[in-house]
């Protein structure tokens, strides 16, 4: 179907998401599942002798014969695309289309279909998952001893490592990659079970004791697992649970942009997402280095939060056997879940493959912070030197407040010179003693170790 530019365009048919998802989610392709269901059906049915061979011969050789515009027009006519289809698929196999769709209900043929497409999207994104987790190992392992100021409230608190921040990310994004996987493990089909789930139709035709190895082979068929229980689609809660496992990886990313675009800031800049040489900041300043693509993964991903809401209410309001009140709004919520998730991934594997780290701004932060979680180290270190911990805790505190006056006015950072010359604490350590101490920028903890055995962790998880 060509583009019209003179009417609407979802964004999500030409700027976000890869053209492998958006060919998972045409209209053609949709109808090719269909086909390719009912063709399967057909197959079986004819085992079990209800189509001779010559039918299911001239159903396959039409099965990629899609024509959405004859569909379209039947639809414009009868108002149900599913019959249009099939309309338009019998109306190609003079042999064979008058035995299509023989004891079938439409969630028959569209369920399926739809977990089929939900297992191929998936696969997508825990692929593309899979490459970021990679490249956030390779960060882990460059950056594992490179020592940053770590913030808390969003003020500075203790050194840590660049290494160790990436694992936070990455384990982040290995939850999500199990949860993904195990969305895929556990995804199903609605099987053929007919108009309200008991396959009283099919039992009609191949009798009910046959009923068992007609879905096995079927299933067989399409490479598909069944739900055993259902009304007249497979249970809508299986939109949810894929709704939240896409929506929690869109969380994990938000987070990591987020920060990135607080790091970017020039007040701190120790990280930049990659900025092209043509690429203009803004319209109006022309010094600008906005982080468009953080704050677009954010954009999308705060979008995204909402789709498990939307699935839980469609699952929750299926009432009884089956409402139609969800058909419209999956047209949407499905592929523009995976559309998101899709374009979240793709971008988020570009900015951390060319994320552009300032190691002098880093030492900047460092210098002037670090200084402040050097009284931790001096605190326990008077303590075990005999020292009153509270009156020392109460003399640190006072010091750090009065510095931090002074790099608020402007100055320089002069709480290690303040404490190195306090009597009261020269009573207790030697002045090169308590400088050392105040030189916080390794007071690290085993940050690097445990970032790198994550690391490890994740290479064996996606092996």
């Not at 009923?211 to 096995?216: I, R, S, Y």
């Not at 505190?397 to 002069?414: D, F, I, K, M, Y």
Request: net charge negative; charged share 25%.
């Amino acid at each position: 179907m060509m583009a019209e530019y003179s009417n609407y365009l979802s964004p999500f048919s030409w700027r976000y998401g890869s053209q492998e998802m958006r060919l998972l989610w045409s209209e053609e392709y949709k109808r090719r599942l269909w086909r390719q269901v009912w063709l399967a059906l057909a197959e079986v049915q004819a085992e079990f002798g209800l189509l001779r061979n010559e039918q299911v011969d001239d159903l396959r050789a039409h099965m990629d014969d899609v024509d959405v515009p004859r569909a379209l027009e039947i639809e414009a006519e009868i108002h149900h695309d599913l019959m249009a289809e099939l309309k338009t698929y019998a109306e190609q196999c003079p042999i064979g289309g008058g035995a299509l769709h023989i004891g079938a209900t439409s969630m028959d043929i569209e369920d399926n279909a739809d977990a089929l497409r939900l297992r191929q999207s998936l696969d997508l994104i825990i692929n593309e998952t899979k490459g970021l987790l990679r490249l956030l190992v390779e960060k882990i392992e460059t950056w594992r001893d490179v020592p940053i100021i770590a913030f808390t409230h969003l003020q500075p608190a203790e050194p840590s490592t660049l290494g160790y921040r990436m694992a936070m990310y990455a384990q982040d994004v290995l939850m999500d990659y199990e949860n993904l996987r195990r969305a895929r493990t556990h995804l199903r089909g609605k099987g053929f079970k007919g108009a309200v789930g008991t396959s009283a139709s099919y039992a009609e035709l191949i009798g009910i004791d046959r009923l068992a190895e007609f879905e096995t082979r079927l299933s067989a068929r399409l490479g598909l697992p069944f739900y055993p229980v259902t009304g007249q689609t497979y249970p809508r809660k299986q939109d949810y649970q894929i709704m939240s496992a896409l929506a929690g990886l869109g969380g994990s990313l938000y987070k990591f942009a987020f920060d990135l675009r607080l790091l970017q800031s020039p007040p701190l800049g120790e990280w930049h997402e990659p900025f092209g040489k043509g690429q203009v900041g803004s319209s109006a300043m022309p010094f600008k280095r906005n982080p468009i693509h953080a704050e677009k993964i954010d954009s999308l991903a705060r979008l995204l939060a909402q789709m498990p809401r939307l699935a839980w209410d469609n699952a929750a309001h299926s009432l009884l056997e089956r409402t139609l009140d969800d058909s419209a709004n999956r047209r949407t919520m499905l592929p523009e879940s995976f559309l998101i998730s899709d374009e979240l991934l793709m971008v988020t594997r570009r900015l951390v493959s060319g994320m552009q780290i300032d190691p002098e701004a880093i030492q900047r932060n460092l210098s002037i912070y670090s200084p402040f979680a050097g009284t931790e180290r001096l605190l326990m270190a008077l303590a075990k030197a005999g020292a009153d911990r509270q009156v020392m805790h109460e003399r640190l505190r006072t010091h750090s407040l009065e510095a931090w006056q002074a790099l608020q006015a402007g100055g320089g950072n002069p709480l290690v010179e303040r404490v190195r010359t306090d009597p009261e604490l020269l009573r207790y350590l030697p002045e090169e003693d308590i400088s050392a101490l105040m030189d916080a920028r390794q007071h690290v903890g085993d940050a690097p170790q445990r970032a790198l055995n994550l690391a490890q962790t994740i290479r064996e998880v996606i092996a």
